[in-house]
């Protein structure tokens, strides 16, 4: 059984219903409280017949090993991941038409895992590839840091990510690496393009073997003195990049939104 917490992770569960709750425990401290957020949670809960029980706080902060649980925690299922066939064999998610995946190549702290999650469910993503070594694991932390995300994105977990990463490439699908001596710079990069962008490991980026399968590697221009950024601040900014290009490809330029104005419409009769 598989513990999650926090007010937004247990309510996007709920929402999503991408796997089985068994039972929610809230803190008895906080029950006998008036509190919207939480009694929205519950009606939600109730509503589809999720059994609700008490706790002291100090059990549940022993069921999630830290305190920070806002005195609500779900018990869950086991998550059963993807498969990479699983993500290739579903259409885009975006009116745009083009794929977009994210592979990350070993990112270790949960932290970094759930906000790139986050970020990937926002930009829309259509798949996050990790391995199954070297990788922080889809933890309670990972989900609390995602604010409910990890339960909408879709995850596949692979044995080898460049191998992985060559599957993709055979079914016509680029690989882009983030490297702080890439080039282009990201903002140069064409995104409207089947894609999967590959994120490596905090401190010390994507491994040789996985650097050499990318297609291109790109780079976040830095203007102060630190030399590259978070690696889920990176992702972040490069995933809504992809995203903008991808929605600007679907507006109608200026100079047509100008000709459509000014063209005249037929004048209607009376009784027409």
């Known amino acids: 059984m598989e513990v999650l ?3 937004h992770p247990v309510e996007e569960a709920l929402r999503s219903r991408s ?6 425990s809230v803190a008895r401290e906080r029950e006998s409280r008036r509190d919207p957020r ?3 949670v519950l009606d939600l809960a109730r509503a589809e017949g999720i059994r609700i029980s008490t706790e002291t706080r100090d059990q549940l902060t022993r069921h999630c090993r830290t305190d920070a649980h806002q005195g609500i925690v779900a018990f869950l299922r086991e998550r059963k991941l993807l498969s990479l066939e699983d993500l290739l064999a579903s259409p885009a998610t975006t009116s745009a038409g083009y794929r977009f995946f994210l592979a990350l190549d070993g990112i270790e702290d949960p932290h970094n895992l759930g906000a790139l999650l986050r970020s990937a469910d926002g930009a829309g993503v259509d798949g996050v590839l990790l391995p199954e070594r070297r990788s922080a694991p889809l933890s309670a932390v990972a989900a609390k840091s995602s604010a409910g995300a990890s339960e909408h994105v ?3 977990q692979v044995v ?3 191998r992985a990463l060559e ?3 055979r079914h016509h699908i680029w690989v882009v690496g983030l490297d702080e001596r890439g080039d282009p710079e990201y903002t140069g990069f064409d995104f409207r393009q089947d894609i999967c962008l590959v994120l490596g490991r905090e401190g010390t980026g994507l491994h040789e073997m996985v650097k050499r399968t990318c297609d291109h590697l790109l780079r976040i221009p830095m203007a102060g003195s630190v030399t590259s950024l978070n690696v889920s601040v990176a992702g972040a900014v490069v995933m809504f990049e992809a995203m903008r290009q991808r929605r600007a490809s679907q507006r109608p330029s200026d100079q047509q939104l100008f ?3 000014k063209t005249p419409k037929p004048r209607k009769g009376l009784g027409s």
Do not use: F
């Open 5 to 7: 917490y926090g007010l």
């Open 19 to 24: 796997r089985p709750l068994d039972h929610i």
């Open 38 to 40: 939480l009694d929205a």
């Open 154 to 156: 879709r995850i596949a």
């Open 160 to 162: 080898n990510i460049t």
């Open 167 to 169: 599957t993709m490439k």
């Open 259 to 261: 000709t459509e104005s």
